[in-house]
């Protein structure tokens, strides 16, 4: 993923956008993750579904670890700043499900995380379990 670290640069800036993040802002969100060690700010784009009233991330990169159930996280949503809560789901039985979740609704996510279809056009479970095994957790943010 050479190309990564510019592609969130571009992503995050058409995120501040006004009109650029009506479009984008539908299936990207911005993270802003404070390092547990260092305290630095990181800005993190990242795909969400919705789902039951909260937004769904899911990813296996390590930034993930510096996020904790019950500790708020600032996003930027749909062109705006705010706080959200987090839980953090790590069982192999939850983040399968969610991920599945994630993945059904947002097929560019699966290619990205590597998650085929079935015959009946569902996430491919071994996929799944996969991505669990490689890390994978799914962060449940609730905006306030």
Do not use: C
């Not at 939850?94 to 996430?123: M, R």
């Not at 491919?124 to 962060?139: E, I, Q, T, Y």
Request: no cysteine; charged share 25%.
């Amino acid at each position: 993923m050479p190309l990564q670290g510019m592609m969130n640069a571009v992503i995050r800036v058409l995120l501040r956008a006004p009109v650029a993040s009506r479009f984008l802002g539908e299936r990207l969100l911005t993270l802003y993750v404070v390092g547990r060690k260092s305290g630095r700010v990181f800005e993190v784009p990242v795909a969400y579904t919705k789902h039951d009233g909260h937004l769904l991330v899911g990813s296996p990169f390590a930034w993930g670890k510096n996020l904790r159930t019950g500790e708020p996280i600032e996003v930027q949503l749909a062109g705006r700043r705010r706080t959200a809560d987090v839980q953090v789901v790590s069982d192999e039985a939850g983040v399968v499900e969610l991920y599945g979740v994630i993945a059904a609704d947002n097929k560019n996510f699966a290619s990205f995380n590597e998650i085929g279809v079935t015959a009946d056009g569902t996430p491919d479970p071994d996929d799944l379990r996969r991505a669990f095994d490689g890390g994978a957790k799914v962060f449940i943010l609730t905006p306030r």
